[in-house]
């Protein structure tokens, strides 16, 4: 009886010990994945990267440091000593796009229907942008490294406008205006 308690006992605690394990490994992933725009240190240009994170939430116990998964730099400075990842170490969420994105949108309006951006779904119904041409955008079709660029050049939009303004521009012939009329009763 006691040696069938104690390898109960045994089983659950390895059980909790892994799963406890899990956890670390799971939140650590999280934490370091994503898209980041970092300044190169070898031009001062932008560069959208991607910290290796299944690799380092793997080795986490040995400490082995940060590296990177890509670089939009590669393949012509792939051997560079990725300096970069100072700059992830020092501000680990200040660089994530995603963050960026989300500190952008806040206290902002839909430039076309005035509805203000709440918290914002990246799973579902992202925010687009109005380029100065006045053409809408989804995030996808931005290039991370000229994230400052379009920062400061577009403006936000609803995810309802931009998909009634891509289709307004892809099929204008069926789209008809109609003037709005007050109902009077």
Same mark, same amino acid.
């Given at each position: 009886?006691?040696?069938?308690?104690? =390898?109960?006992?045994?089983?659950?605690?390895?059980?909790?010990?892994?799963?406890?394990?899990?956890?670390?490994?799971?939140?650590?992933?999280?934490?370091?994945?994503?898209?980041?725009?970092?300044?190169?240190?070898?031009?001062?240009?932008?560069?959208?990267?991607?910290?290796?994170?299944?690799?380092?939430?793997?080795a986490?116990?040995?400490?082995?440091?940060?590296?990177?998964?890509?670089?939009?730099?590669?393949?012509?400075?792939?051997?560079?000593?990725?300096?970069?990842?100072?700059?992830?170490?020092?501000?680990?969420?200040?660089?994530?796009?995603?963050?960026?994105?989300?500190?952008?949108?806040?206290?902002?309006?839909?430039?076309?229907?005035?509805?203000?951006?709440?918290?914002?779904?990246?799973?579902?119904?992202?925010?687009?942008?109005?380029?100065?041409?006045?053409?809408?955008?989804? =995030?996808?079709?931005?290039?991370?490294?000229?994230?400052?660029?379009?920062?400061?050049?577009?403006?936000?939009?609803?995810?309802?406008?931009?998909?009634?303004?891509?289709?307004?521009?892809?099929?204008p012939?069926?789209?008809?205006?109609?003037?709005?009329?007050?109902?009077?009763?």
């Amino acid at each position: 009886m006691i040696s069938t308690m104690f =390898w109960i006992t045994s089983v659950v605690v390895v059980l909790a010990a892994l799963a406890l394990l899990a956890v670390s490994l799971a939140r650590q992933y999280l934490k370091l994945r994503g898209p980041r725009v970092v300044t190169c240190p070898a031009d001062n240009s932008q560069a959208a990267v991607e910290v290796d994170a299944l690799h380092v939430a793997l080795a986490s116990f040995d400490s082995p440091g940060l590296r990177l998964k890509s670089c939009t730099h590669w393949p012509e400075r792939e051997q560079c000593g990725q300096d970069c990842l100072r700059e992830i170490e020092t501000s680990p969420d200040g660089c994530l796009v995603r963050e960026k994105l989300a500190n952008w949108y806040v206290n902002k309006t839909c430039i076309l229907c005035g509805k203000p951006f709440g918290e914002i779904d990246w799973m579902q119904h992202k925010p687009g942008l109005m380029a100065p041409d006045h053409s809408t955008k989804e =995030w996808s079709q931005i290039r991370y490294e000229d994230l400052h660029l379009i920062l400061d050049t577009h403006l936000p939009v609803c995810w309802n406008c931009h998909i009634a303004t891509t289709f307004r521009r892809q099929y204008p012939d069926l789209v008809t205006d109609r003037p709005w009329k007050k109902l009077s009763h």
